[in-house]
Nanobody, 120 residues
Framework: VQLQASGGGLVQAGGSLRLSCAAS????????MGWYRQAPGKQREWVAS???????NYSDSVKGRFIISRDNAKNTVYLEMNTLRPEDTAVYYC???????????????WGQGTQVTVSS
């Protein structure tokens, strides 16, 4: 499974960006999809996730500002980021959990990352 993320860029504080991440390749059944981010000098942190049934969860730092969604037919996950802050600056990575048949556990795949920079 390959994940291709896009939509990053430079935006002023208070602005918005929309990230997209499309999965392709040999896909069995993508269960959960999500977004993580890594700021310079910091560990990668979870941002948001969405199940195949569209249940969403958010980290406290983005709750109320970011919206995660997905299109199961297109195997694509989106992250709408609003009211952006300088501390949201990071490389954003998408991930997808694909579950092969007869496997008890899914396999996690990662995208290549897209840079989001928020200026003050």
């Amino acid at each position: 499974v390959q994940l291709q993320a896009s939509g990053g860029g430079l935006v002023q504080a208070g602005g918005s960006l929309r990230l997209s991440c499309a999965a392709s390749g040999r896909i069995f059944s993508i269960i959960d999809m999500g977004w993580y981010r890594q700021a310079p000098g910091k560990q990668r942190e979870w941002v948001a996730s969405i199940t195949r049934g569209y249940t969403t969860n958010y980290s406290d730092s983005v709750k109320g500002r970011f919206i995660i969604s997905r299109d199961n037919a297109k195997n694509t996950v989106y992250l709408e980021m609003n009211t952006l802050r300088p501390e949201d600056t990071a490389v954003y990575y998408c991930n997808a959990d694909d579950k092969p048949p007869r496997s008890a556990l899914p396999v996690k795949f990662w995208g290549q990352g897209t840079q989001v920079t928020v200026s003050s």
